[in-house]
T-cell receptor
């Protein structure tokens, strides 16, 4: 089925470890983004990309890196995990930012840093 | 800076009651507005969206929202809620290349 696929669904990391959260979409969407969801804080934008080779920072970018080498994939890297990065992470995409399509969300990755 | 505010954090209703969830936005220019729903343990799903035109927008599952520019509001409504509407609801605004979400409203519908 077409959509946004996130892996893994669950992950436990030790402080200081690194990992990559994967996000892939098969809808030929130009715009992709990463959010973190924390209780009482809604969703906060970490990084986004308006097309292959173009990325930019969102509201809470510190501690995270992204790259966009293809239209389909938008991985999120944690270089040195910290307990403050314990959260649920969602990837979202849309055909074009600002166009009347709405955003499609992945099923999320629940990350715990101990 | 763009922002979206949801003032109701937790709403409890009985089945068949009417629903209205508040959303206010603050944007410098043109804004696109959305309501998303998140059922327990699931990802966000689009309920409805406003980009331009008729300020009364109808979405899925009987939800609607009204864009009132003078009040900077985009409230979500449903005339009669069901137990299956128990979920968390997020208002969001899209400015230049970025979407900002409100903090969410948890709706609990009691049978």
């Amino acid at each position: 089925n077409a959509g946004v696929t996130q892996t893994p669904k669950f992950q436990v990391l030790k402080t200081g470890q690194s990992m990559t959260l994967q996000c892939a979409q098969d809808m030929n969407h130009e715009y992709m983004s990463w959010y973190r969801q924390d209780p009482g804080m809604g969703l906060r934008l970490i990084h986004y990309s308006v097309g292959a080779g173009i990325t930019d920072q969102g509201e809470v970018p510190n501690g995270y890196n992204v790259s966009r080498s293809t239209t389909e994939d938008f991985p999120l890297r944690l270089l040195s995990a910290a307990p403050s990065q314990t959260s649920v992470y969602f990837c979202a995409s849309t055909l074009l930012s600002g166009a009347p399509y709405g955003y499609t969300f992945g099923s999320g990755t629940r990350l715990t840093v101990v | 800076a763009q922002s979206v505010s949801q003032h109701n954090h937790h709403v409890i209703l009985s089945e068949a009651a009417s629903l209205e969830l508040g959303c206010n936005y603050s944007y410098g220019g043109t804004v696109n507005l959305f309501w998303y729903v998140q059922y327990p343990g699931q990802h966000l799903q689009l309920l409805l969206k406003y980009f331009s035109g008729d300020p009364l927008v109808k979405g899925i599952k009987g939800f609607e929202a009204e864009f009132i520019k003078s009040k900077f509001s985009f409230n979500l409504r449903k005339p009669s809620v069901q137990w299956s509407d128990t979920a968390e609801y997020f208002c969001a605004g899209e400015g230049y290349q970025k979407v900002t979400f409100g903090t969410g409203t948890k709706l609990q519908v009691i049978p």
